[in-house]
């Protein structure tokens, strides 16, 4: 079935540091893409989404490339600040029968000062 | 902020007794789903709605039911709790599908005891 790996946590980096937080999909057909951030007590939030293969999302600094020849949607920032500490979840919508949203395990990144 | 209350937000249990979550929603959107949030599994979609009266069973619908009598309104009922069901539920909704945006509650952290 339709999956989302992404790379283990936590994260921790220093406050300016580049950030990459890899993520890899399996899933039939061509997916939609997202990115989904929680912060500390909160539900979800989109970050990003890609729709269609070399498609860019980007939002708040984060980019992400929808990579269909690595199945691939890293998420990326250049310079990362302590309120971008959070929990990152990758996710993709199947197009086949009804949508429903398939996530990863998440990502707890924690920058410090 | 997307008009979803979940309601009640903390609750604890003892095993074998029904437990119904609720989920009311301001925005009027034809979709609402509800998910359950698990250390080291992200988010697994339990049953989700497309329409009033019309349900369908996610990856981990097994032990939990739903209704849907009204559009604002998505109840999730755990017949008879056990101590697996300990987790945090989240409920979404979206306009369109979730190929456009899933909007997120605060989430109902349960607890079986």
């Known amino acids: 079935g339709d999956s989302v790996t992404q790379m283990e946590g936590p994260v921790t980096l220093s406050e300016e540091a580049f950030l990459t937080i890899n993520c890899t999909y399996t899933a039939t057909g061509y997916p939609s893409l997202f990115w989904y951030v929680q912060y500390p007590g909160e539900g979800l939030q989109l970050l990003l989404k890609?729709?269609?293969?070399?498609d860019k999302g980007s939002n708040k600094g984060f980019e992400a490339t929808y990579r269909k020849e690595t199945t691939s949607f890293h998420l990326e920032k250049g310079s990362v600040q302590v309120s971008d500490s959070a929990v990152y979840f990758c996710a993709l919508t199947t197009h086949q029968g009804a949508q429903k949203l398939v996530f990863g395990q998440g990502t707890r990144l924690t920058i410090n000062p | 902020d997307a008009g979803i209350t979940q309601s009640p937000r903390h609750k604890v249990t003892e095993t074998g007794t029904p437990v119904t979550l609720r989920c009311h929603q301001t925005?009027?959107?034809?979709?609402m789903y509800w998910y359950r949030q698990d250390p080291g599994h992200g988010l697994r979609l339990i049953h989700y709605?497309?329409?009033?009266?019309?349900?369908d069973k996610g990856e981990v619908s097994d032990g939990y039911s739903v209704s849907r009598s009204k559009t604002e309104d998505f109840l999730l009922t755990l017949e008879s709790a056990t101590s697996s069901q300990t987790s945090v539920y989240f409920c979404?909704?979206?306009?369109?599908?979730?190929?456009?945006?899933?909007?997120f509650g605060q989430g109902t952290r349960l607890t079986v005891v």
């Open positions: 890609a729709t269609k293969a070399d």
């Open positions: 925005e009027n959107h034809r979709y």
């Open positions: 979404a909704i979206s306009p369109q599908g979730l190929d456009t945006e899933a909007f």
């Open positions: 709605s497309y329409g009033v009266k019309d349900t």
